[in-house]
């Protein structure tokens, strides 16, 4: 793929004032082949001007402007508007290094896999870390791939740290669930992930995820539906995962009950008084628990905190709120 052309599709909506430093990181890439394809999901605040005024920096860069119909919705976009062998999905509020195209080109050179990953760092107000530092560049099965994919200090499911081909997307139909909301990338890389039969990972951190004060991972803000969506999209992955791939179906749920563990203690730090969703993620405590204390990624006292939490959510929220000081 020496030459191939990159479609790199930007989704954004009402984030104009971040978007230009976003795009002249995409435009200083050592790789040169490449099309910068901007996705106006409908921005109300002035940012679809933005997006016009980042596609005069440029001829590789274009600009679709579409209704609003969400993060899924636009990428499914990006990917039907694409002139490219290869796309990637880089957010707006994130940057990247001059290398961040080049060194997933040379891990498809190396290994002629059929997915390729880099790196990222974890981007603060004040501060950045390497998001597994000790990670090793490495050709992985589709299996172990799967499997890895679970692991949240692995490579995850995030769609702006990988290259995929359109041609294996094209061929199977591949979209985003428009229905998902958090974690929609992590169900299409699984997907995707299902129809390989080689994987290139280098962990290399060429990506720069920032985290915003009060975004939607944020612990002190309310529970809504686009936070506790990921669960939806967790429960589909073990699915599809079935019983032909038990240990990822096995950490699907297992990952269900940890999150709505956490989500318990949202609620009461926020004191919310949703009493519907209260009782499901109680539910989801019940139904999820032995998978939970059968996964071996969780250490004795987040074990402990699994059993306070089925004994008493009000005292498993105290205990924590304890720990945090």
């Known amino acids: 793929?020496?030459?191939?052309?990159?479609?790199?599709?930007?989704p954004v909506y009402n984030m104009g004032k971040l978007l230009p430093k976003a795009i002249d990181c995409l435009l200083q890439q050592t790789y040169k082949n490449y099309e910068i394809l901007i996705i106006d999901d409908g921005s109300n605040d002035g940012s679809s001007a933005v997006c016009d005024d980042c596609a005069l920096k440029s001829s590789s860069i274009r600009v679709v402007h579409k209704e609003n119909g969400?993060?899924?919705?636009?990428?499914n976009c990006g990917i039907e508007n694409a002139n490219g062998e290869f796309i990637i999905f880089p957010d707006p509020d994130d940057w990247v290094e001059n290398n961040y195209l080049q060194q997933l080109v040379e891990l498809h050179e190396e290994y002629n896999s059929n997915l390729e990953i880099g790196g990222h760092y974890v981007d603060y107000e004040n501060r950045?870390?390497?998001h597994n530092e000790k990670g090793k560049k490495r050709l992985l099965s589709k299996n172990?791939?799967?499997?890895?994919?679970?692991?949240?200090?692995?490579?995850?499911g995030f769609a702006w740290n990988k290259?995929?081909?359109?041609?294996?997307?094209?061929?199977?139909?591949l979209r985003f669930d428009t229905e998902l909301g958090m974690a929609q990338d992590l169900h299409f890389a699984f997907r995707y992930l299902s129809l390989c039969e080689k994987i290139a990972y280098n962990p290399s951190?060429?990506?720069?995820?920032?985290?915003?004060?009060?975004g939607v991972t944020n612990a002190k803000s309310p529970l809504t539906q686009r936070k506790t969506s990921g669960l939806k999209t967790y429960e589909k992955i073990a699915e599809l995962a079935g019983e032909e791939n038990k240990e990822v179906k096995d950490l699907a749920l297992s990952t269900i009950f940890n999150m709505s563990m956490h989500f318990v203690y949202i609620y009461y730090l926020t004191k919310m008084q949703d009493k519907e969703l209260l009782k499901k993620l109680k539910n989801n405590l019940k139904t999820y628990?032995?998978?939970f204390f059968a996964d071996k990624r969780y250490s004795a006292s987040h074990r402990l905190l699994g059993r306070i939490v089925l004994a008493n959510t009000k005292l498993y929220y105290l205990t924590k709120k304890l720990l945090k000081g």
């Open 1 to 10: 793929m020496k030459n191939s052309l990159i479609t790199v599709v930007v």
């Open 128 to 130: 950045s870390s390497i």
């Open 70 to 75: 969400g993060l899924s919705s636009a990428r």
């Open 163 to 173: 290259l995929y081909h359109l041609d294996i997307i094209n061929k199977h139909q």
């Open 144 to 156: 172990e791939a799967l499997k890895v994919l679970m692991l949240p200090f692995e490579f995850c």
């Open 289 to 291: 628990k032995k998978y």
């Open 205 to 214: 951190p060429t990506y720069h995820y920032f985290q915003h004060i009060g």
